[in-house]
């Protein structure tokens, strides 16, 4: 918690609920850049893959159907939310290709949008702690 709690910055421990808002909010925001940079060109399967746990890393298990598959966040957003400050939060595409359109295979370049977006966490952070300063008022 200390290196999350330092890139939020002193003041969100000061403020009840703070640090708790600023870590989902971010999750929830991680989430939504990794929807957003999944390849072009998915029937949407590996899209709606993507799931949370707070006690284990999803596996790649799932074949895909062959149809377009809806995508339905509620499940992750369930478990985001339900996270207390100081869990580690999961997320895992578990379409059984995933791996393979991030790293490449079969002369395929790879596309690396998880790795990518995982980059981003100390930024989105950054953001979210601005954001939630902003909302009260601080």
Do not use: C
């Amino acid at each position: 918690m200390g290196s999350f709690a330092a890139t939020v910055g002193q003041w969100a421990q000061k403020v009840d609920g703070a640090l708790e808002a600023v870590f989902k909010e971010a999750a929830q925001e991680l989430v939504s850049q990794l929807n957003q940079l999944v390849p072009v060109g998915e029937t949407g399967f590996l899209r709606s893959s993507l799931m949370a746990s707070t006690t284990a890393m999803p596996s790649l298990t799932r074949a895909n159907p062959g149809i377009s598959v809806p995508g339905d966040l509620g499940d992750i957003l369930l478990v985001i939310n339900s996270a207390d400050l100081g869990d580690t939060i999961y997320l895992g595409y578990t379409a059984d290709y995933a791996a393979f359109v991030h790293f490449g295979a079969q002369g395929r370049s790879p596309r690396p949008w998880v790795t990518m977006v995982a980059q981003r966490w100390e930024t989105i952070v950054a953001e979210k702690a601005g954001e939630v300063k902003r909302r009260l008022g601080l």
